[in-house]
């Protein structure tokens, strides 16, 4: 199975300031997918932003960007200009470009202090 | 536009009892899945369909079954509840057709077994 390790459990940010979350995963495989997934409160899972991993340039959502080492096998994600609502979980994930399975990390509990 | 809508959205249950969740979508996607998410561990994924009357295993399968008799419904089922299924449970869906590979979640379900 792939493994999708996040080692930052919680993470704060001042709001308007930049944070980065961390995400490194496993695999043998050259085709797949990276994403990062937000879980508010309200407990629903929304897509952030997503990675194909044969794309070099990094992919960007506003004020929402990645930092996509593939040899170091490391997807983290930056946001810029935190806001209040930026406050949430946030799941890093994998899938396999010919797979149906998506693995995800154990989530960062990301605080936004005003 | 409803997108992914799980019933019911708390319940407890006794030990040994069993009981349906249920997951709609009324996006017409093929893919459907359910996930169950412990605090800590991420979501780990219980069983998937690719199609109506097409269904498979996922990392965390025993304990539960599924059936996929049309494209919008895609139950889960749970035979004789065991604390260890206390949970939240997420349906999601998603159409790997259009090549978004993005999963629409529902906004769970959260099950005690006492």
């Known amino acids: 199975a792939q493994t999708v390790t996040q080692s930052q459990p919680e993470m704060s940010v001042q709001e308007a300031e930049t944070v980065t979350l961390s995400c490194t995963y496993d695999t043998s495989e050259s085709d797949y997918y990276l994403f990062w997934y937000k879980q508010p409160p309200s407990r629903q899972m929304i897509l952030v932003i997503r990675q194909e991993a044969y794309k070099q340039q990094n992919a960007t959502e506003n004020r929402f960007s990645v930092n996509f080492q593939k040899a170091a096998k490391s997807f983290s994600l930056k946001i810029s200009d935190s806001q209040l609502g930026d406050a949430a979980m946030y799941f890093c994930?994998?899938?396999?470009?010919?797979?149906?399975?998506?693995?995800f990390g154990t989530g960062t509990s990301l605080t936004v202090i005003p | 536009n409803a997108g992914v809508t799980q019933t019911p959205k708390f319940r407890i249950l006794k030990i040994g009892q069993s009981m349906t969740l249920q997951c709609t979508q009324d996006?017409?996607?093929?893919?459907m899945y359910w996930y169950r998410q412990d605090p800590g561990m991420g979501l780990k994924l219980i069983y998937y369909s690719v199609g109506a009357g097409i269904t498979d295993k996922g990392e965390v399968p025993n304990g539960y079954n599924v059936s996929r008799s049309t494209t919008e419904d895609f139950p889960l089922r749970l035979e004789l509840a065991a604390p260890s299924q206390t949970s939240v449970y997420f349906c999601?869906?998603?159409?790997?057709?259009?090549?978004?590979?993005?999963?629409?979640f529902g906004s769970g379900t959260q099950l005690s077994v006492l």
């Open positions: 996006m017409n996607h093929n893919y």
């Open positions: 999601a869906s998603e159409d790997p057709r259009r090549g978004i590979q993005k999963l629409f």
């Open positions: 994930a994998y899938r396999r470009g010919t797979g149906n399975q998506f693995y």
